[in-house]
């Protein structure tokens, strides 16, 4: 009797377990964990799959005039400033440290190249397998020059296409800049060639800030003997879409013309005038000539900072899209600086920007 009454006591109570639904849970657990298990082994390898995948290497070979990177330099402009600033400044090392881009802020306006500057992405056509750059690239170049100190024989460029030794970033306060050294025995360019030593170490330095664009060069002879040189920077100001008419230029003042000689304007075609015997005067930081922009309501100042800067000359060939301003140490009929052995010169530029009477942050 024990015996059937334990049979009959299990066999209620797998049924009273069947029924309770207790089962059919435990058999949907499983399968769900089952599921669970495979579905998260498909993710694992597709994370796999997605985390190990390989990303095709960057082919892009940038160009490098000269040899070397280009330095782009920018600043942000102040927002509380409503005239236009000087923020951005793209330089070629490897190419005597030539300026391809000076930029402005313009309020309220699009920012502006000022400059007739090849771009960056088109550089690569325009240079040589050596890196050297083709003479269809556009740029503002520095020059260096050396001549025999009596004669008047050629002189030999010795940075204009140097390569320079050592170039780096430059942070100041309100502004940012870079500099290059160029020794005076030149470093072998891209296709292992090196120009003959100078005796001339030269450092450029350039800076964009508040008080503007600041161009310095120093020149030291660290040879024996004393050398003749000229140093100078040619920047092509590009001529406005409105064309030459919306250009005039104030003459700086000479000793032979101390009162001014009045506005000139550039839209006459062919123009070329050098001034020398530049003239300091109280109201300045030193000779200065004035490039107006009728079209963008602006005038560039540009101040010779040192005398050692001592001609100022414009070129405007016929149907240009630029306009040539050099700031030379050639003085009147060629004369040349002598530097003496140990000696430096010392040359230095600055660029302002100022708003015309008319200007606004709306565009003209």
């Known amino acids: 009797m024990s015996s059937s009454y334990n049979g009959e006591r299990e066999r209620r109570r797998r049924f009273s377990l069947a029924s309770s639904g207790l089962l059919t849970a435990l058999i949907l657990a499983v399968v769900l964990g089952v599921i669970g298990a495979v579905w998260a082994a498909h993710l694992h390898g597709k994370l796999h799959k997605l985390s190990t995948s390989e990303i095709p290497p960057d082919t892009t070979v940038l160009p490098r005039p000269g040899g070397q990177d280009v330095m782009e330099v920018h600043r942000i402009a102040s927002t509380s400033e409503v005239t236009p600033q000087f923020v951005g400044l793209t330089l070629m090392p490897g190419v005597g440290m030539g300026v391809l881009q000076l930029s402005l802020d313009l309020p309220g306006r699009d920012p502006q190249d000022l400059l007739r500057g090849t771009a960056i992405t088109s550089l690569a056509p325009l240079l040589q397998p050596t890196g050297a750059p083709k003479d269809s690239l556009q740029y503002s170049p520095i020059s ?158 540009l101040i010779a900072l040192t005398p050692s800067i001592r001609s100022f000359r414009v070129d405007q060939p016929q149907g240009a899209s630029a306009v040539s301003i050099t700031f030379s140490t050639e003085g009147p009929d060629g004369a040349r600086t002598v530097v003496a052995p140990g000696e430096t010169l010392q040359w230095h530029l600055r660029i302002q920007v100022a708003p015309n009477n008319s200007y606004s942050p709306a565009a003209n």
Do not use: C
């Open 144 to 301: 260096l020059k050396v001549f025999p100190v009596t004669g008047t024989s050629g002189g030999q460029e010795i940075l204009a296409m140097q390569a320079a030794q050592d170039s780096r970033n430059d942070m100041t306060p309100g502004g940012a800049g870079a500099t290059a050294d160029f020794s005076a025995t030149p470093v072998p360019g891209p296709a292992g060639l090196a120009s003959p030593p100078s005796g001339i170490q030269t450092k450029v330095s350039t800076n964009i800030s508040d008080r503007g664009f600041d161009l310095t060069i120093t020149a030291k002879n660290v040879s024996s003997e004393a050398k003749a040189i000229v140093l100078s920077w040619t920047p092509q100001f590009a001529i406005p879409a409105k064309g030459p008419a919306s250009l005039r230029i104030t003459p700086p003042q000479t000793t032979d013309n101390t009162e001014k000689t009045g506005d000139i304007s550039l839209n006459n075609g062919e123009f070329h005038q050098t001034w020398s015997g530049l003239k300091y005067s109280y109201l300045s930081s030193g000779p200065e000539l004035r490039l107006h922009n009728l079209a963008d309501a602006y005038t560039l100042r």
